[in-house]
């Protein structure tokens, strides 16, 4: 007789393999230590495609918003990946009407009401200008660069790498330089060894530069990349204490990606499910934990009512290489079969571009020019009803107009 699978794909042998490959404990001793015990016990059992109808509404993902000068979407999102700038500008594109890339540029390089800085998990990532100080407040308790295997990695103590970094907020200002006139000014100040290390093709000195808010991505030079100090780019900031910013970081990542578990809060952000769990701890009073097909996480209390309400379904959409969502959605198995994981979350930390049916992954896709026009080729992964296919072809349309070429669609695979 074969194993009947509910929707969300998963046997309850997977589920328990889920439980402990993602650490989601759920006993008492676990709950009390995640809530402190102050939050809600679990009363609300929900499916997947209620969540993932609701977190595609949150990201914008359904009803697209109009296009804005400051691209609070962003905000919503908690950051755009942003280590290839196209892939950023096609997130964007996926929840803005009417966009085009040099918006984006724009809002960067021009009104300054966007930067690019290293933040969740080491990796570049948009933010809006409002937000900066609230994210450095957060990444200035990552401690990783202060511990003796990462001190012994770049050949410092920990003395002189604060004085790295203070040479590099020093040498920076709101005139954009490229990295080698940077290191070239820091080595003036620190000595030979803090300019090699700012040379160096790994680059370890950025990360915790940015960290630190001591600087920003600014516009390029050529093919040159450029820094700035982000006080002085963005005329000034207040940052609030990392209590306050540890907080309001837990209430946007729940409302648009919960609901979620320590080590789901801690992969996206980037650290352990020992200090994420602390981190969930501390807002234990705002928080109610939910049952989803047996994988059970928090959200926020008060999107409860907004989350049960949720009916399932969601257009399909093409969402860009490196989106937020696909690679955002924890656990993995909520958004893609295991069987096709590999086609979606490739080797070296790529993340395919992928058509979205209700929020699940149901194929992936890629775009080329080619003459006068753009040719997008889809691979489903399941097959798709011709509603779907239609849906697919306006969204390349869509696309289209954003590059600027009349788009064609085939199927492959």
């Not at 003395?159 to 490229?178: H, I, M, N, Y």
């Not at 959409?317 to 937020?324: A, E, I, K, Q, S």
């Not at 490739?346 to 992954?361: D, E, I, K, Q």
């Amino acid at each position: 007789m074969p194993v009947r699978r509910p929707l969300d794909g998963m046997t309850r042998g997977r589920r328990a393999h889920m439980a402990t490959r993602y650490h989601l404990n759920t006993g008492p001793a676990y709950r009390r230590r995640a809530c402190s015990g102050k939050c809600s016990p679990v009363v609300d059992r929900l499916s997947w495609d209620q969540v993932r109808a609701w977190r595609l509404r949150r990201q914008h993902l359904v009803d697209r918003l109009p296009r804005q000068p400051g691209f609070d979407v962003v905000a919503d999102v908690c950051g755009v990946h942003a280590q290839v700038q196209s892939s950023a500008e096609l997130q964007l594109w996926a929840r803005v009407d009417g966009v085009r890339p040099a918006d984006v540029r724009d809002a960067l390089w021009r009104h300054r009401t966007l930067v690019r800085t290293w933040c969740m998990r080491g990796t570049l990532h948009l933010l809006t200008a409002a937000d900066l100080a609230l994210y450095v407040a957060a990444l200035r308790t990552h401690d990783r660069w202060w511990k003796g295997a990462w001190l012994r990695t770049i050949g410092h103590t920990a003395a002189e790498l604060r004085a790295v970094l203070d040479a590099v907020r020093d040498s920076l200002d709101g005139e954009p330089v490229t990295r080698q006139e940077l290191a070239d000014r820091v080595g003036e100040r620190v000595g030979p060894g803090g300019r090699q290390r700012l040379l160096s093709g790994w680059g370890e000195m950025l990360k915790p530069a940015a960290f630190a808010g001591a600087l920003i991505s600014g516009p390029p030079r050529g093919q040159q990349v450029t820094f700035v100090r982000p006080d002085t780019w963005l005329g000034g900031w207040t940052e609030p204490s990392a209590e306050t910013a540890w907080r309001e970081i837990v209430r946007r990542y729940l409302r648009g990606y919960g609901p979620a578990a320590r080590a789901e809060f801690g992969r996206w952000w980037g650290m352990q499910p020992a200090p994420a769990g602390r981190v969930l701890a501390a807002s234990a009073d705002e928080l109610a934990e939910v049952d989803v097909a047996g994988y059970r996480g928090f959200v926020l209390a008060e999107d409860l009512p907004e989350l049960r309400a949720t009916r399932p379904g969601a257009p399909p959409r093409l969402l860009p290489g490196f989106d937020v969502y696909v690679s955002g959605t924890r656990p993995r198995e909520s958004l893609v079969e295991p069987r096709f994981a590999d086609r979606v979350f490739r080797t070296a930390g790529w993340v395919s571009p992928v058509v979205t049916v209700n929020g699940a992954a149901r194929g992936i896709w890629r775009h080329e020019r080619g003459g006068a026009g753009l040719q997008v080729t889809v691979e489903p992964l399941r097959p798709l009803t011709a509603a779907h296919r239609r849906a697919v072809a306006a969204e390349a349309d869509r696309l289209g107009d954003f590059l600027g070429a009349p788009a064609t669609v085939s199927y492959s695979g």
